[in-house]
Each structure stands twice: as C-alpha cells, then as structure tokens.
C-alpha cells in the first residue's frame, strides 16, 4: 500500500509531517459496464474502466493546541475501453473516496463522484483525470498517516460479484 510521495509543504522535507495512505481497493479498481438486459457476454459490454494510478499530495496545517487539518489533494487516473454496444461513444460512471482511521479500519467520511467519458472520433481507448481535495480534521496529536483513504469504483452488487467472479476463472 503506496503513501503519497510527497507530503505537507514546510521549509524542510525531513520535517513534513506524514501524508494518509491511499489505496485503490482491489474488489472495485475495475468497472464492466454491460448494456441493460440479461445479456453478459463480450457483445454485451458497453466499455471496461479501470483506476490504475493516482497522484498526489498533502499539506498539514496544525494550530498550537496540536488540532489541525491534512488537506489531500487527489488525481485519479481512468483508463476506459469502449465495447461492442457503446453506440453513444459515450459513458458514465461513479467512484468514490473513503477515508478511514487506520487503527480501527472505520469508516469516517464516504463521498461518491460522477465522472463521463467520450470516445471521440475513432478512438475506442481514453483517459480520465479527476482532481479534488479531501479535508480531514486532525485531533489533538493526529497525523495525516493515521489515516488511510480508499478509492474505487462505485459498483453495483452485480458488479462487484462480477469483478470478483474474474479472479476465479
């Protein structure tokens, strides 16, 4: 599970206090999207998306009393294939962000996000960059690495036991 690379921005590296993990959950770093109906085969799927990377940072504001906040700025990176039944050349999906406290694994704040796609042109691969900030306040004596935060597709229970039934075949 990769940290940040870097981290709160102060006059000295060595002195940056430590960012949250972020983690792309594996059960939901993928999205098959099928067109409606019964039908699940590869003439059925309208385009496959996967979170393959992100990139980021965090900058730690704490006040005398040891309270604060860590704000992480987030870039997902989406990488679609557009399937058989996408007439539209179009697509949308959700995903989201969770941020937990890594002692306990507890969920804190949950927030989902929309993004689209468009396959322009002749294209049938494209990527999608989605940017935003996460705030978490920090109690007395909290750091940002006592913190982790997830990040996946938002699925479906049929889609997640389809990702899940992938691993087995």
Request: hydrophobic letters at 35%; charged letters at 30%.
């Amino acid at each position: 599970m990769a940290s940040l690379a870097a981290c709160a921005k102060q006059d000295s590296a060595a002195n940056a206090p430590p960012c949250p993990n972020i983690i792309i959950v594996k059960d939901t770093s993928e999205l098959t999207a099928f067109r409606p109906g019964p039908g699940r085969d590869l003439t059925d799927v309208v385009f496959d998306a996967k979170l393959g990377r992100y990139d980021g940072d965090c900058e730690t504001s704490l006040e005398k009393d040891h309270t604060g906040t860590v704000s992480v700025d987030l870039k997902l990176f989406f990488e679609a294939t557009r399937g058989p039944a996408n007439d539209s050349r179009e697509g949308k999906f959700s995903y989201y962000v969770a941020i937990a406290k890594k002692s306990s694994s507890d969920i804190l704040a949950k927030k989902v996000f929309d993004a689209g796609l468009k396959f322009e042109g002749n294209r049938n691969r494209v990527g999608v960059l989605q940017e935003l900030t996460q705030k978490i306040p920090l109690h007395k004596d909290q750091l940002g690495e006592d913190f982790d935060i997830y990040v996946g597709f938002q699925l479906t229970p049929e889609q997640l036991q389809f990702n899940r039934g992938k691993v087995a075949r």
